[in-house]
T-cell receptor, first 115, second 110 residues
Framework: GAGVSQSPSNKVTEKGKDVELRCDPI?????LYWYRQSLGQGLEFLIYFQGNSAPDKSGLPSDRFSAERTGGSVSTLTIQRTQQEDSAVYLC?????????????FGPGTRLTVL | DAKTTQPPSMDCAEGRAANLPCNHS???????VYWYRQIHSQGPQYIIH???NNETNEMASLIITEDRKSSTLILPHATLRDTAVYYC???????????FGAGTTVTVRA
């Protein structure tokens, strides 16, 4: 079966532009996460979706960042008015909450470069 | 507020066992120990997890001390493809986030 997919794989944009990053989770996985990984750093949690519950947005670094998950499947992370410090790899992960563990399946990431 | 401590790096010879230590002295009773790894330019990959018993799967073995304050991930026969950053993470049954620290950069050498 297909794993988590993300698009685009690479995105180069100019400072001040808006970008949209897409995540297709594994079919049947009700939990979806976005993380950010800056160069040489560990992963930073951004947002969590679980079913129809209100998302946990506690990791979003500013109000320029938003995410939505339509139909309980595909998710889009939007960054408005991008800044150079937004340059990072954005990783999406999904999880089947039917298991009592925290095994998350990660996508390959989108490398965002803000010039 | 790191819950785990890992050495920043270690080398391993190809074909030998790699033993990756992790300290988690403040772990609580309902928290599991998870191991993930991240190969260069890829997303993290789940390896194994355990609560208090030792665990083994097709990728690795996890040895947890009786007091649960530390654990060791064992890659039985390291290959060049095992070169990656290995993350030890403590996560409770009600936790849905994973807190990734700096991990251990493991380099397998021929």
């Amino acid at each position: 079966g297909a794993g988590v997919s993300q698009s685009p794989s690479n995105k180069v944009t100019e400072k001040g532009k808006d970008v949209e990053l897409r995540c297709d989770p594994i079919s049947g996985h009700t939990a979806l996460y976005w993380y950010r990984q800056s160069l040489g750093q560990g992963l930073e949690f951004l947002i969590y979706f679980q079913g129809n519950s209100a998302p946990d947005k506690s990791g979003l670094p500013s109000d320029r960042f938003s995410a939505e998950r339509t139909g309980g499947s595909v998710s889009t992370l939007t960054i408005q008015r991008t800044q150079q410090e937004d340059s990072a790899v954005y990783l999406c992960a999904s999880r089947w909450t039917g298991l009592d563990n925290n095994e998350q399946f990660f996508g390959p990431g989108t490398r965002l470069t803000v010039l | 507020d790191a819950k785990t401590t890992q050495p920043p790096s270690m080398d391993c010879a190809e074909g030998r066992a790699a033993n990756l230590p992790c300290n988690h002295s403040t772990i609580s009773g309902n928290e599991y120990v998870y191991w993930y790894r991240q190969i260069h330019s890829q997303g993290p990959q789940y390896i194994i997890h355990g609560l208090k018993n030792n665990e083994t799967n097709e990728m690795a073995s996890l040895i947890i001390t009786e007091d649960r304050k530390s654990s060791t991930l064992i890659l039985p026969h390291a290959t060049l493809r095992d070169t990656a950053v290995y993350y030890c993470i403590v996560s409770g049954t009600n936790d849905y986030k994973l807190s990734f620290g700096a991990g251990t950069t493991v380099t397998v050498r021929a």
